[in-house]
């Protein structure tokens, strides 16, 4: 990037009154497309891009690009890449345990490993929960969501536990009414608080 645009950048920030600097960088035609999206997502300065910078920030701790990365309540895998082929094997180039009292870095073979160990136990408790909510039952559907009618139903939903929760510890429930409880369509079960009812399609 040319100095002088650089210089420019950096004076135009020194005036703006709104907190925003600018940031430039050059990124290869064939993947402009969809890293402009991803960008525009990640910089939106709303709920969805604080929540993306979040995501990005305690998967970006490590030295290395993170393949993958499995939490628990007091214990973290991580595997970390690029990955590498090898006579068309790939292997991550390492990974990290941490747990209490214990930190492990581990070699690739380790990583493989282990990467294998934790890719099988979600795979089974996933199973496991779909049973249990007897979803091989239902029609399979899709993974995309209406989002104009899905956010606003959780936060109902959110709202609803939240004024349970006050009014089993004596708190006043008109202070934890959603402000945006405003739904168009006849919803099923009705919302605790405002009476509507929420869809499910």
């Given at each position: 990037?040319p100095?002088?645009?650089k ?17 430039r ?8 497309a ?37 939490r ?35 070699d ?8 294998r ?14 049973r ?12 995309a ?26 708190r ?6 959603p ?23």
């Amino acid at each position: 990037m040319p100095v002088s645009r650089k210089a420019v950048d950096r004076l135009s920030d020194l005036l703006r009154r709104d907190g925003k600097v600018t940031y430039r960088t050059r990124i290869d035609a064939r993947e402009a497309a969809y890293l402009s999206r991803m960008l525009d997502r990640i910089t939106a300065d709303e709920q969805d891009g604080e929540a993306l910078r979040f995501f990005l920030s305690r998967s970006m701790q490590g030295e290395r690009p993170p393949i993958d990365i499995y939490r628990g309540d007091t214990s973290t895998c991580r595997i970390d890449g690029p990955w590498q082929e090898v006579d068309s094997y790939w292997l991550p180039l390492g990974g990290l345990v941490l747990t209490l009292g214990a930190t492990a870095h581990l070699d690739p073979f380790e990583a493989k490993a282990l990467h294998r160990k934790m890719q099988d136990a979600i795979e089974t408790a996933i199973r496991a929960w779909a049973r249990d909510q007897d979803l091989y039952s239902l029609p399979e559907g899709t993974d995309a969501i209406d989002r104009g009618v899905a956010d606003p139903a959780a936060k109902v939903m959110i709202a609803a536990w939240a004024a349970e929760q006050a009014s089993a510890n004596g708190r006043d429930v008109e202070t934890v009414r959603p402000r945006d409880c405003e739904l168009r369509d006849v919803l099923s079960p009705p919302c605790a608080l405002c009476g509507r009812r929420l869809a499910r399609d």
